[in-house]
């Protein structure tokens, strides 16, 4: 079990950036793969990115390639996501989530999840 907590979100306005961070408690937090999640009012939760344990191999929706960035540093148990050339459509409650057993873009695939993070994109 690792225990997951988000920081960075904020408002910006449209064509804008803010990276989120996402922060792990546990002493095997290099064990898991990692994701970034969102979920607008109305909408269920999706797929963001995510990002193998030795921080190898992303993989993006196609809504954000190109524009967003996942990282990590298992040094620091810590796991970031960069937002650039933010949209409107890009607001959401972010979600860090973090699996042991391995990675994809179905959220039942994640087993720890943080309290969420809201990103506002202005128009």
């Known amino acids: 079990q690792v225990q997951l907590v988000e920081s960075g979100g904020g408002l910006v306005q449209t064509g804008g950036s803010l990276r989120l961070s996402c922060a792990s408690s546990g002493r095997t937090f290099s064990s898991y793969s990692m994701a970034w999640f969102r979920q607008a009012p109305g909408k269920e939760r999706e797929f963001v990115a995510s990002?193998?344990?030795?921080?190898?191999?992303?993989f993006y929706a196609d809504s954000v390639q190109g524009r967003f960035t996942i990282s990590r540093d298992n040094a620091k148990n810590t796991v970031h996501l960069q937002m650039n050339a933010l949209k409107p459509e890009d607001t959401a409650v972010y979600y860090c989530?973090?699996?042991?057993w391995g990675r994809g873009a179905r959220p039942e695939m994640y087993e720890n999840w943080g309290q969420g993070a809201q990103v506002t994109v202005s128009s």
């Open positions: 990002i193998s344990w030795s921080g190898g191999n992303p």
């Open positions: 989530a973090a699996s042991r």
